[in-house]
């Protein structure tokens, strides 16, 4: 039977030692992420890396006060405390020595083009997108370089929260690639010792089903 344990070790970080991470290791982490399967193969991602602690840290502020923004719309009080209880999860990348940051590009479709051009109702190019085969790309491109940072001995973490700053955080970064946007981004570093225990899965039977 296979040794699968570079899955099942595999857990969210959010903790790290003080550890510089040679750039060869990243490269190694990044080209494992650039195997992943992507739609039409059209390999719609980018990845920036920062390695720069004032910028590391600049941009965990900008995600506080935007964090902070939306908590002050909400209507309810019970909602904003709920809110604002998740800060620490869509900062915690400051305490990483690396943080990928992981663009991605629209993902084209030669089926919405052909429908649209025919003046297909929007119904059916609604259902044609809302797969969102893009995204869908990045997140296996990003579970490649997790798993592969896991068998290579370090912690990562995968975040999507910090992306309600997602303006914000392009203006700080400064990355222009035309028709790529901020998708998520990865804390990447060496796991501080006595991480909590990884949170229980879904019994296999409950998100299971089998159609003879």
């Not at 570079?6 to 991470?21: A, C, V």
């Not at 719609?44 to 719309?73: C, P, Y």
């Not at 969102?132 to 975040?159: H, R």
């Amino acid at each position: 039977m296979a040794n699968l344990d570079f899955i099942y070790n595999r857990q969210s970080i959010r903790k790290f030692k003080n550890t510089s991470i040679p750039k060869e290791d990243i490269m190694e982490l990044l080209k494992a992420a650039t195997y992943a399967p992507s739609g039409k193969n059209q390999q719609n991602w980018h990845f920036v890396v920062l390695q720069n602690k004032e910028v590391i840290n600049e941009m965990a502020d900008i995600v506080t006060k935007s964090h902070e923004r939306i908590s002050g719309l909400a209507k309810a009080e019970k909602d904003k405390k709920m809110h604002m209880s998740f800060i620490s999860y869509y900062t915690c990348f400051k305490n990483a020595p690396v943080v990928v940051l992981v663009y991605g590009c629209e993902y084209k479709m030669i089926e919405y083009k052909i429908l649209k051009e025919n003046d297909a109702p929007k119904e059916i190019l609604d259902v044609l997108v809302s797969p969102q085969s893009g995204a869908q790309s990045i997140g296996a491109a990003v579970e490649n370089f997790l798993l592969a940072a896991t068998e290579m001995g370090y912690g990562s973490c995968y975040m999507t929260g910090p992306t309600h700053a997602k303006v914000e955080i392009e203006n700080l970064i400064g990355f222009e690639k035309p028709g790529y946007e901020l998708m998520s981004m990865i804390a990447l570093g060496v796991a501080e010792d006595n991480q909590p225990l990884q949170p229980p899965r879904k019994a296999l039977e409950d998100v299971t089903t089998f159609i003879d």
